[in-house]
């Protein structure tokens, strides 16, 4: 493993009239071969800035981005085409090219002055077609193609540039969300099996954190923090950057959830361990009502229980006696909240910082 580009004291920013605005400053980090690493941040902490400045599209205000250990200011344009491919958001401006004929511009660092193709070339192209899994749009113009397509065109077009290193901006903003986890594990199994230096910047948060190596967070006010995703979870800077109210962090999955008011307590007997139990359980907090083993402790009330046997049915007893038996939670939820929840319903929405329409 060795460092591929390294930021030494960078400022990334724009010159404006009568001065400069500074976004971010005094970044200090490296990115390695075979290593894929993904910056995250809230909007506005200058992410798509900083790809900018590793890319060169656009000068530091100060400090410096070496590429290979030399500044990238000092690199020629085709000798920085050769080690770094950019995959920007915005593809929309590309129209009558088919897939096959953008993903054959990453060759052109290759290519004579004509731009043709050898065989190598066309074996490239083809096979980034397939790894992306768009072989069948190779023929298909990009004006065609949805957005979620032509993102994987330039991706595919990126990997055929057969650079040691691919910068990508919100490389899946526009996948559906299987598509999401199929790039995502792409763009790790080709930092791993060809050794190249993988970044980007993503919302997608815990994608991110599940499929990185190293992760890179971003903001205004905190600067820069880089480490693996599970360093980040156990000295709280993960939680720390992304604390909002409604969500909470669990530290030993590196995952997120949503944390809900809840109006009530209700009892709910059954197998905690069960898939049903926990299923059940989190509709009820979705509706409103926070489930527990016991009155004792809490605002629950002895009159209405939810029993989960775990024989495939949902019940509800009203003082000891079944009043409702169900096989599934949707049933359950439909008659249970009107039942017990129309006397709480200024709580919920007190529970909520809510007002109904006048």
């Known amino acids: 493993m060795s460092i591929s580009i390294e930021l030494k004291d960078l400022t990334t920013g724009y010159k404006v009239k009568g001065g400069e605005k500074i976004i971010a400053k005094a970044l200090n980090a490296t990115l390695n071969s075979g290593e894929m690493t993904c910056l995250l941040g809230p909007n506005g902490a200058g992410k798509s800035t900083l790809l900018r400045t590793l890319a060169a599209f656009q000068p530091a205000l100060d400090g410096r981005v070496e590429v290979m250990g030399q500044d990238t200011q000092n690199y020629k344009s085709k000798e920085l085409a050769r080690l770094v491919s950019v995959v920007l958001t915005d593809n929309s401006d590309i129209k009558n090219m088919t897939a ?5 511009m990453g060759r052109s660092p290759y290519t004579d002055f004509w731009g043709k193709l050898t065989e190598k070339d066309k074996t490239i192209v083809a ?4 790894w992306v899994g768009i072989e069948e749009l190779a023929s298909r113009k990009m004006q ?3 957005d979620g397509e ?3 065109v330039m991706i595919a077009k990126a990997i055929a540039q057969e650079t040691p290193i691919i910068l990508l901006d919100e490389p899946t903003a526009y996948l559906d969300y299987p598509s999401k986890v199929s790039m995502m594990l792409l763009l790790h199994r080709l930092a791993k099996a060809l050794k190249k230096t993988i970044f980007m910047s993503t919302h997608d948060l815990e994608h991110a954190l599940q499929v990185a190596d190293q992760v890179w967070l971003l903001d205004r006010e905190m600067g820069l923090t880089t480490g693996l995703p599970e360093d980040l979870s156990l000295d709280g800077s993960i939680e720390r950057y992304f604390n909002k109210k409604g969500m909470i962090f669990d530290c030993e999955s590196c995952t997120f959830s949503i944390e809900y008011e809840t109006a009530r307590d209700i009892i709910v007997e059954g197998n905690p361990d069960t898939l049903e139990y926990r299923l059940c359980s989190k509709a009820l907090t979705r509706n409103g009502m926070r489930p527990v083993a016991s009155a004792e402790g809490s605002n629950a009330t002895n009159d209405v229980t939810i029993k989960i ?3 495939g049915t949902y019940r509800m007893l009203e003082k000891g006696k079944e009043s409702i038996k169900v096989d599934k939670i949707a049933h359950l939820v439909h008659m249970i909240v009107p039942a ?3 006397h709480q319903i200024s709580a919920i929405r007190e529970a909520a910082d809510m007002t109904p329409y006048e």
């Open 127 to 130: 096979k980034c077609l397939g």
């Open 150 to 152: 032509r993102q994987k």
């Open 100 to 104: 096959e004929e953008v993903v054959s």
């Open 144 to 146: 065609t193609l949805s």
């Open 309 to 311: 046997p775990g024989d």
């Open 340 to 342: 017990i929840t129309k």
